[in-house]
């Protein structure tokens, strides 16, 4: 990996953008009711800590470069605005396009060593003529075409600017196909202090929108020959488009009146829930629900190697159970026993499982016991053999012969069958490419049996194998957004999944229907969700109205939360 940074002509002359020629620049106006500031406020954005791999000390500061209020006269104008960067060394970990209009053609983010072109809002420039963009050496960081894959930074390749690194402006550069149009389209950019360690930088690039690996163009192509994933045009609105970092295979087809999911108002509101990592529900409809109380999986939990760097278990329990009207039923239990919990299962005969990403180790819990019936994997010691896991994730459970699997997880990227027993069967790893985090588990009923369905959370897809000796891949339905949790129900036949917060889209729930595999309605709370991590369901016969249940890491005031829907 290296280090793309700004420098002097002289010594950088590999990484310098060469402009060939220079073209007649047309007049454009601006909007006389803006403001005439030549420099945009950076402002520290405090709402971007859900993945947890953001130290609390550490300053993200957020923005928006914009046209402001642009009317270009022409048709095929380029117009420029600028911003100046923090003076501190910094690293672009995130960068989205908010595009306005459908006449935004392409949009670059280009660098400047000394000054931009000129100190007005805004002015015409080309991309034919580097001194109408900089006042000396410029260096192109990213672009985006309407007509074209997203361009994001090059794989293996990390920004960094101010500091001595020269690069103190950043010009937007936008081409209008037409003029006419009051526009203030933009980029959404994310930058942080150059102090992290490159791994958590890579992850934070991933999480914040810039795509360090993918140059994919494979749109999903109807017989039409219509894309489904990226409109030929966009309706001009008052609010935004913002672009997802990589069109995915989704459908959305008529939602079926019976899958309609609504919020329970007011359902639980919980003061002493931490990060609620998993929810699950018994054979009467309690609710059973894993947190961390007061700890938190953040940036420095664990080494290089996936060992925690904590001492001492949590202090307090940690396993709630809830009937269905939100009522605590018991005080809970688990108090000193776990370090970072993560799933939780319910089977069918009432046993709760649990995972432990910091102990690696998973553990089956008899009904009304706290003392473990199986326990799986080496405590606090990672590993990929069969005796560890590294940080295993979720549990399900066979309710025709009791075999179970456990989805391990952030290192090992398998999942692994064992017998009622605990006696290994067989590891799966997905195929081509094989699993990037598979994070959550359940098994869905077909005429030929059951199948294991896999929330492959970073590859953004649901996919489902046969549970035969053969793992015979079935079938995957692929999503916008990383897949955080997935739940089967089997009156409607449908799955449940629930996806992660991503700086291009809000994190939501979604229904797939088995039988198309397709999305065939999304749902979320009436305030929308901030990072769901579990889901749940219960119904207590065919004719009565399923319950659909949320747990969320972070919620209001950075507590976690559990949700309640309900439909047909």
């Known amino acids: 990996m290296h280090t793309l940074k700004m420098a002097a002509a002289k010594s950088s002359a590999a990484y310098l953008v060469v402009f060939l020629s220079f073209q007649i620049l047309h007049a454009y106006v601006l ?44 048709d095929d104008m380029y117009i420029c605005a600028s911003t100046a960067i923090p003076e501190k060394p910094s690293y672009i970990v995130g960068i989205q396009p908010v595009i306005n209009t459908k006449s935004v053609d392409d949009v670059w983010l280009i ?12 002015w015409s420039c080309s991309p034919d003529a580097r001194a109408s963009v900089c006042d000396g050496p410029a260096l192109v960081a990213y672009k985006w075409s309407r007509d074209n894959c997203p361009n994001y930074v090059s794989e293996s390749e990390i920004l960094t600017v101010g500091g001595q690194n020269l690069m103190r402006y950043m010009v937007l550069m936008v081409h209008y196909k037409q003029g006419g149009v009051i526009d203030s389209s933009g980029l959404r950019l ?15 690039m991933e999480y914040f929108g810039i795509s360090i690996t993918t140059n994919s163009c494979d749109y999903d192509v109807d017989e039409d020959g219509d894309s ?23 459908r959305q087809e008529t939602v079926k009146q019976a899958t309609r999911l609504r919020e329970v108002q007011g359902w639980l509101d919980d003061e002493l829930l931490g990060q609620v990592s998993g929810v699950g529900t018994d054979s009467v409809g309690n609710l059973h629900v894993f947190h961390r109380a007061s700890r938190k999986w953040a ?4 080494d290089e190697n996936h060992v925690f760097k904590g001492e001492d278990p949590i202090e307090k329990n940690v396993v709630f159970e809830y009937d269905k009207s939100g009522k605590l039923i018991k005080q809970g239990w688990g108090e000193r026993m776990f370090y970072m919990p993560h799933g939780l299962t319910v089977d069918y ?33 990672p590993g990929g053999d069969d005796d560890h896991f590294c940080k295993p994730t979720d549990v399900a459970v066979d309710s025709r012969n009791g075999d179970f699997y456990i989805s391990d997880g952030y290192c090992n990227s398998r999942v692994l069958r064992y017998n009622m027993n605990g006696t290994l069967i067989n590891t799966l790893y997905g195929t081509s490419p094989g699993f990037n985090i598979p994070h959550s588990l359940t098994l869905v009923d077909t005429n030929d049996g059951k199948l294991i369905c896999v929330a492959d959370r970073e590859n953004k897809r649901v996919r489902c194998f ?48 088995i039988k198309t595999k397709n999305v065939i309605d999304t749902w979320a709370p009436s305030e929308g969700f901030t990072f769901p991590h579990d889901v749940t369901s219960y119904r207590e016969s065919s004719s009565d109205p399923v319950a659909v249940y949320v747990g969320e890491i972070s919620a209001a005031k950075g507590k976690g939360k559990v949700t309640k829907f309900t439909g047909n």
């Open 111 to 122: 660098g400047c060593a000394k000054a931009p072109a000129k100190s007005e809002p805004a």
């Open 31 to 74: 909007r006389d009711d803006i403001d005439d500031a030549t420099k945009y406020n950076w402002v520290l954005d405090d709402e971007d800590n859900e993945l947890n791999i953001i130290p609390d000390d550490l300053r993200i500061d957020s923005e928006i470069i914009q046209m402001p209020n642009v009317k270009p006269e022409t």
């Open 228 to 250: 489904e994933s990226w409109p030929e045009e966009l309706s001009v609105s008052d609010s935004p488009t913002e672009y997802p970092e990589e069109p995915r295979q989704v």
């Open 466 to 513: 046969d549970t035969d000796s053969s793992n015979t891949f079935k079938f995957e339905v692929v999503l916008q957004e990383r897949v955080c949790a997935i739940e089967y129900e089997s009156v409607q036949d449908v799955i449940y999944a629930v996806t992660c917060p991503q700086v291009q889209r809000s994190p939501s729930g979604v229904t797939i229907d």
């Open 299 to 302: 940036a420095d939990s664990f």
């Open 190 to 204: 994310k930058m942080v202090e150059d102090t992290l360690p490159q791994d958590k930088l890579l992850m934070m």
């Open 349 to 381: 005969e009432d046993n709760i499982w649990l995972t432990d990403v910091a102990m690696h180790q998973v553990f089956k819990f008899p009904p009304g016991s706290t003392t473990p019936s199986i326990s799986l994997g080496t405590f606090l010691e």
